[in-house]
């Protein structure tokens, strides 16, 4: 069940605070710790909508945990060339509230500021990040039928194309008139599983308040402070003669003159307090005036309920102002927040809602969930990754970062001074104290490392003092750490090449047990999705028993890393329809991987876009749970799958973590020499994660044993 509802606006002014406020009376009802989440908010003042919710249900959540970002955070990040950090910061929020909560229920954000099409994208682009289904909301005022319903089947799209279910569409502030005809056509393109409903235009949830005012203008508050929840129905400006004034009084009158117009003023509180005119809602004093100090406690002896408040706006500028101003629900006004969920009960069925909620399952993962993720695993225990490469300013960086983040204990390789030389010379900030730099030509570990190289290689003709040469490389120094426990795991090759990382591994730490090769897999973090590709560096021509184990290895790797594995297996044919030396290899590793793992769903042989794209996937291999909806990809050699890898990184622009190797006793991950520093930093956690694991299988194994 989802644990959450993204509840979504096509445009300004929708009504999102009715549904919002209507949901979450049924959601506390269901739930026992509920919390409240809007991703985005103005940031100029405290956000009425987030106010309104906590306040009024006594959410145990703070006003802070309540948002994302403000909009002057997230234009920091923009010019500062930082917007993955956007949607970093937003998952990160959620994910603590996710920890503590039940249910989340997350408002989508109000249009200000940014075309309508760059906020919607980003609502749809959220709700897919936080893996939650949608409600989409729009209003029907000043639209035509067409007009309405195209726009709701653009939005209705526009979230299925990013995989974000859509359990429901309300229309909103609909004429009575329309309300079964927009349900019915909205019900015509809306899948069996949306819920529809419609909502009237309600008169009285229009109004604006004497709050409204408030906000709006500014308004100081002369008199009537426990009446500022009045609703004003219209306005009437007071600048004539009184006989001619007290014809434009009416019920919920709103009457504005300039601040020395006495007799205007009296005049109304005067009609307030006769029965035989109906009761006006305020006064606002225009042109900053107030009345003579004797007039004012007349004013204050006579009014007893009316607000009075004092604008520095002329006359008829305030009048435009309050005509034209954006009407809200505030926290103090319980009689609107009452009517509101009156109004969603009596026309949407929320139990309905609530049941879709509970049905609704994704395992999709899109690429900053999972760099979360990676995080989070990586968090679980702080494990000690040896990086041979100490003189490289990227891996320094990357070390930072790690640092920074309090992810893993780093310990660096090479010349003290020099290391900390080229971080001072980088600007990069380290805590020295809490990074170990051993320096493999002076290090007491060498003598004994040099001599465990010996006694493990002599029989490939390897003499001492070869062996003592090998100890003081990095890449050997940090493997033997890594054999000997002196470190968890190393990550090495953003300046060496793959062989001189790799080969010190099969040499000193071999394989784990049930594992007869190495092999690796790559993270692609495509822009939708993060999907495993295998084996794009290591084995070059697999047979069908090592295309076999290098899938079930992919599939348990993505799984540990909460991709959940439908494992495709790749060929130039689908299903049935392709013969030949290459088609039959992997048919048969598919048959090896039914027979070993039924647990893994895995469909080969296939073609590449059979199984990422669910429209050919259907068409060519009607009925397969994995055609169009590929997660774990394995490829039939190393030249098809390194080409593809990196053809799909250039043209999609896709992330590409790794090469994470699987399969030795202990874990030890190659850079590519153009690595980034997130590529370094992203693979340190990748290893660190590796490490966690095994030493998590050796404590298994060792309760096992005991048993």
């Known amino acids: 069940m989802s644990k959450g509802l993204y509840v979504a606006t096509i445009e300004p002014n929708s ?23 809007r991703p985005i908010i103005d940031g100029d003042e405290k956000d009425h909508h987030i106010n309104v919710i906590l306040s009024y249900f006594k959410l145990d959540q703070s006003y802070e945990e309540a948002y994302g970002l403000t909009r002057p955070q997230i234009l920091k990040f923009l010019n500062e060339n930082h917007e993955d950090k956007i949607m970093d910061s937003i998952i990160r929020k959620f994910k603590k509230l996710e920890k503590k909560y039940d249910f989340i229920l997350v408002e989508g954000s109000d249009f200000s500021g940014e075309g309508s099409i760059v906020e919607f994208d980003m609502n749809i682009k959220i709700a897919a990040n936080l893996n939650i289904p949608a409600l989409i909301i729009g209003s029907g005022i000043g639209k035509t039928m067409e007009e309405f319903i195209g726009t709701m089947k653009l939005a ?39 819920y529809v409903a419609a909502i ?81 809602s305020g006064i606002v004093l225009s042109g900053g005036l107030k009345p003579d100090k004797g007039v004012m406690k007349l004013v204050e002896g006579v009014n007893t309920y009316v607000p009075v408040l004092s604008v520095k706006h002329q006359t008829y500028e305030a009048a435009t102002e309050i005509k034209n101003m954006d009407v809200r629900i505030n926290p103090r006004n319980i009689r609107k927040i009452q009517r509101a969920i009156r109004l969603f009960k009596k026309y949407v069925d929320s139990k309905r809602i609530m049941e879709s909620i509970g049905q609704c399952r994704s395992d999709r993962i899109t690429p900053s969930m999972f760099l979360y993720n990676l995080e989070e695993l990586a968090s679980r225990k702080k494990m000690r990754i040896v990086l041979p490469e100490g003189t490289e300013p990227r891996i320094l960086r990357a070390a930072a970062k790690i640092q920074q983040r309090d992810l893993a204990d780093i310990i660096l390789l090479g010349d003290e001074k020099i ?25 007491e570990l060498t003598d004994k490392y040099a001599r465990k190289i010996y006694e493990l290689r002599k029989h490939k003709g390897i003499n001492e003092a070869m062996a003592r040469d090998l100890a003081k490389d990095g890449a050997y120094f940090g493997t033997m750490m890594v054999r000997e426990g002196d470190a968890d795991g190393m990550v090495s090759g953003a300046v060496h090449t793959t062989a001189h990382t790799i080969k010190p591994a099969l040499q000193l730490i071999k394989t784990k047990p049930g594992s007869n090769f190495v092999t690796s897999t790559f993270f692609m973090a495509l822009p939708d999705r993060v999907s495993a590709f295998a084996d ?37 044919s689908s299903g049935k329809s392709g013969k030949g030396a290459d ?21 080969g042989p296939i073609q590449y876009d059979a199984a990422v794209d669910p429209e050919v996937g259907q068409k060519k291999m009607p009925g397969s749970p ?59 956690l990748l290893t660190s994660v590796q490490a966690q694991k095994n030493e998590k299988d050796k404590e298994e194994e060792k309760q096992t044993a005991k048993v």
């Open 200 to 280: 009237p235009r309600d008169e009285y949830l229009a109004m604006p308040s004497i709050y409204d005012i408030i906000r709006t203008l500014d308004a100081k508050i002369l008199l009537g402070e426990n009446q500022l929840d009045r609703e004003i129905k219209q306005i009437a400006v007071g600048a004539m003669e009184i006989r001619h004034f007290l014809k434009y009084i009416k019920d919920k009158t709103l009457v504005i003159t300039p601040g020395d117009r006495h007799d205007i003023i009296l005049a109304a509180l005067q009609a307030d307090k006769s029965y035989t005119y109906p009761s006006i």
């Open 156 to 194: 209705y799209d526009g979230f299925l194309e990013r995989d974000v279910p859509v359990i429901g569409m309300i229309a909103n502030k609909i004429l009575p008139k329309n309300l079964k005809a927009v349900v019915k056509k909205m019900s015509e393109f809306a899948g069996e599983k949306t």
């Open 536 to 572: 794009c560096a290591i084995v070059p021509n697999p047979d069908a028993e090592q295309l076999a184990e290098i899938a079930i290895q992919t599939a348990d790797a993505a799984k540990e890393f909460g991709i959940q594995p439908r494992v495709a297996m790749l060929s130039y």
């Open 626 to 684: 994995v055609a169009g909806h590929a997660t774990v990809l394995i490829f039939p050699d190393l030249n098809t799958g390194n080409n593809t890898y990196k053809a799909v990184q250039r043209e999609t622009g896709a992330l590409a973590i790794g090469p994470m190797l699987m399969g030795l006793k202990k874990p030890v991950n190659d850079l590519s020499r153009g690595a980034t520093v997130d590529d370094i930093y992203n693979t340190i």
């Open 419 to 443: 290391i900390k030389e080229i971080a001072r010379s980088n600007g990069i900030r380290l805590d020295w104290d809490k990074v170990k730099i051993i320096n493999p030509e002076t290090s």
């Open 583 to 603: 088609v039959e290899k992997v048919r048969k590793a598919t048959e090896i991987v039914k027979q070993k793992r039924p647990d893994i769903l895995v469909e």
């Open 15 to 37: 009504g999102k605070t009715v549904v919002s406020l209507g949901l979450m009376n049924e959601i506390t009802t269901r739930n026992r710790r509920v919390a409240y989440f």
